[in-house]
């Protein structure tokens, strides 16, 4: 809050710090550790962090391998970036481990190291690494492209934002901060973030399958080892589902009592099955509480003289809406 407060009203690329905020939020939970500012040490991690998940997105020789020669520096820059965090996260494992109070767990990764201890979970430390490593590039990078197309669609869409904080207001007041006990009495921003999400579509084509047996779907044949890629982009402007699917309207997910119904089915933007995403639930609490405390505090515009937000969408696993620049006006 006090980063986007900085800006005294001036406009500035949210960017950075909801990627802050939420690397940050992250931290805490797995390890308990957060960076104090934005400074040298933190832009050198996150940079490590966001080049290592360019690279793994989107490397050609994935999909080509004979072209393993020609991008050999690519792979090589990546081992090194993985090996980084992996370092990185096992001095975290060594230092929790010497302060472990198997009584009172800090973090999840105090957790880890108490059932490995007690033999419950059978994982070596580099296991235990990957997971933190894991939870935490799959983490922070979709909640922040959600939000950022959540704050363009709010500067968008102004009266949605006037009924989110007239909703805020009513439920939380101004004398404490939101969270996430709050989420069950603001079904508007419960419902707003569904269509942040509907409409946002941070990764339009998420997961790459393959048919492990001959089977069916939806009366198609489909052999084993088919490549099936599923397309969210289809699902959520899906006219049947979401009449005038381009319209951001969060109201389609209130009943008739206001009671917030979730898509379910509709669009499975996390996923589905056994693979579903296991930061669902964890996602959706820190989307709510960041968005809550924002609009708590301020209100988002269009800087002055500005008519209308860049349209698009940037390429990658994780798409961003176009950069772009807002304003924060305390409330
Ligand atoms: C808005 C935010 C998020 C979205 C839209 C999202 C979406 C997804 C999707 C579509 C998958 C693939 C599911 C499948 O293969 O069927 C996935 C997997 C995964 N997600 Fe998320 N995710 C989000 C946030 C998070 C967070 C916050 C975490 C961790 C704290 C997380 C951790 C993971 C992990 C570890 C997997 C791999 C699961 C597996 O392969 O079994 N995600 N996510």
């Known amino acids: 809050m006090q ?3 900085s800006n005294h009203g001036n406009p500035f690329d949210p960017h950075h710090v909801i990627e802050f905020c939420y690397i940050n939020i992250i931290g805490i ?13 933190y832009f050198k991690w996150a940079g490590t962090f966001v080049r290592r998940l360019e690279l793994g997105s989107c490397l050609l020789v994935d999909w080509f391998p004979s072209l393993a020669y020609i991008t050999s520096a690519e792979v090589k820059e990546l081992k090194g970036l ?8 096992m001095k975290l494992l060594e230092e929790h481990r010497q302060t472990l109070n198997e009584s009172s767990p800090r973090d999840f990764l105090d957790h880890l190291l108490i059932q490995q201890q007690k033999g419950k979970l059978m994982v070596s430390n580099t296991d235990i ?3 933190l490593d894991d939870l935490q590039s799959a983490g922070f990078d979709t909640v922040t492209a959600n939000t950022i197309w959540g704050i363009q669609l709010l ?3 102004p009266d949605v934002q006037k009924k989110l904080q007239a909703e805020i207001d009513e439920v939380v007041g101004s004398g404490r901060a939101p969270t996430t006990k709050d989420r069950r009495n603001m079904p508007y921003l419960e419902a707003t973030l569904w269509e942040i999400q509907r409409v946002g579509i941070i990764a339009p084509v998420p997961c790459i399958r393959a048919a492990m047996n001959d089977t069916t779907i939806g009366g198609f044949d489909v052999p084993k080892d088919t490549v099936l890629l599923v397309n969210h982009t289809k699902m959520a402007m899906n006219p049947i589902n979401f009449p005038q699917p381009q319209k951001f309207d969060p109201s389609r997910y209130l009943d008739e009592n206001g009671v917030v119904v979730a898509p379910d089915k509709k669009m499975m933007l996390f996923g589905n099955g056994f693979r579903i995403c296991p930061g669902m639930q964890i996602a959706r609490d820190m ?3 960041v968005m809550a405390n924002l609009l708590q505090r301020f209100t988002f515009q269009l800087p002055e003289g500005v008519t209308a937000l860049p349209v698009g969408r940037n390429d990658g696993l994780i798409q961003y809406p ?3 620049k807002i304003t924060a006006i305390p409330r």
């Open 129 to 131: 690494c990957s997971v």
């Open 322 to 324: 176009r950069s772009y």
């Open 29 to 41: 939970w797995l390890y308990g550790k957060m960076f104090q500012q934005r400074d040298e040490q």
């Open 287 to 289: 989307m709510f509480t």
């Open 82 to 89: 993985v090996q980084t965090m992996m370092d990185w996260h």
């Open 3 to 5: 980063d986007v407060a």
């Open 155 to 157: 500067v968008q869409n």
